[in-house]
């Protein structure tokens, strides 16, 4: 079985993937809740001869699906977490399945399933051969404002891997050899003296108050970082009525920085800030730390191996139709394809990018296969990606799946998620994938290269962000749900 031969196997069986990803994307679920998404993917693999254990790291949706044996073990990360308020039907216009329901708006259905078929892929070309390796997909629940793989991590799941693969819907098609931002999530509730606010105020002591001063420490603080730093807040529970001094009041927050001893030192001002506020106040202050997630190491030698296999598969081309649904989308955002172009310079892509993009300008939708345009950008978002890429070498793929310039946790991305064009990027990516796992087992010494370039840029051991303490949280299925 060649390389083409793969190719076209997954291509005979678009059919099921497109099926399972259509199915998580018309169940919409929340993160750690994904019990329908999980269900769905285990369910396949398992009928593709995989071996299941399923409610991994304390996690009921979580689950590993393994075939073969012996070395390489590849891993594959999918997800399958919707967004909350997301929901949106599969048209170019502004509406919703369900009002303020979930919604894919970041593509996971898309995202799971794309990693879920290249191992497949994988799987069909060990066997056919009869080559030593083992391939793993590990369905990882809550990306979103979780960290499913973070805590997969902490549970050792990963420690066998000799490399690993995962892929992300985008706007453009190439292989990451950017990073990004780990962050802390954390809770910080204040408990206070109730009294009547107007009767006798003197009595009481405000919970409110010390979290709108922590928020003031934290904008000061915010002066005194290291230009990666981002923190942000959102009040979550900030008293009942003014008449009533609010004896309890709490501040979410999400405190972000690239090197993780940097993100460990910011955290720790930031909790001073907290203290303090409490002490102005007279109120004690409760820390909840919820999780956390560390910044992509990225990996240029797997980087490259993906790039040279992206060209094999080709560009993604689309139809009249597809490119007619993309520029209505584009209008219903408000912005035009040259618009749309210069969006995508959030992303810092090389100055190559600029005659490219020239070239791109009057297309909707981008399916041109590019190099690495994102080396040594380091962006402000976050993904327990990361913490794999931490352990063991990982290269991340983009693969256009949506309008230029679409914006990321959007209806219009939700959109798109059940499409032909979200299909195509997410077998493209499942294809690019495939045939750089089937290098990686052809070449062993690929993958000591890889680790050899880990091993530089990650000279200091790994330290899990997530205090042994801390556990995901539990939820029970609906009923009817599988
Ligand atoms: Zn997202
Ligand atoms: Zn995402």
Known sequence: MNKQDVLQWLDRHQQ???????????????????????????????SQGFHVTHDVAGM????????????????????????GGLSQKSQPEQEPVVPDGPGHGCGHNLLGVGCLAAAVGLKQWLSTERVSGTVRYYGCPAEEGGAG????????????????FNFH????????????????????????KTAHAGGAPHLGR???????LMNVGVNYLREHVTGDVRLHYV????????NIVPDRAEVWYYIRAHDPKNLVHVTERVRKVARGSAMMTETEMEEIFESATSSTLP??????????????????????????????????????????????????LKPEWRAMAAELVHQPIIGKVLPSLDEGHIGGGSTDVGDLSRTVPCSMLWTTCYAAGSPGHSWAVTAFGATSVGHKGMMHAAKTMALAAIECVLQPDLIQQAWAEFRSVQPEPYVNPIPADVFPPRYQPETNVL
């Open 16 to 46: 099921e993937f497109t099926r399972i990803s259509d199915a998580i994307w018309e169940h919409p679920e929340l993160g750690y809740r994904e019990f329908f998404a999980s269900h769905q993917q285990a369910e396949y693999l398992a």
């Open 60 to 83: 009921s949706t979580a689950f590993i699906a393994e075939w073969g044996s012996g070395k390489p073990v590849i891993g594959f990360a999918g997800e399958f977490d919707a967004l």
């Open 149 to 164: 793989k973070t805590f997969m991590q902490r549970a050792g799941l990963f420690n066998d891997l000799d490399v690993a």
């Open 169 to 192: 819907p985008s706007s453009l098609t190439f292989a990451s050899k950017g990073s990004d931002v780990g962050v802390n999530h954390m809770r910080f509730r204040f408990h206070g």
């Open 206 to 212: 405000s919970a409110l108050d010390a979290v709108e």
């Open 235 to 242: 009040i979550t529970d900030g008293g009942r009525a003014p």
């Open 299 to 348: 990996n240029g030698v797997l980087a490259d191996l993906q790039y040279e296999q992206m060209k094999l598969v080709g560009d993604i081309t689309y139809t009249e139709a597809e490119l007619e649904f993309a520029r209505k989308v584009h209008e219903q955002l408000g912005f035009t394809p040259e618009q749309a172009l210069k969006r995508l310079e959030s992303f810092q």
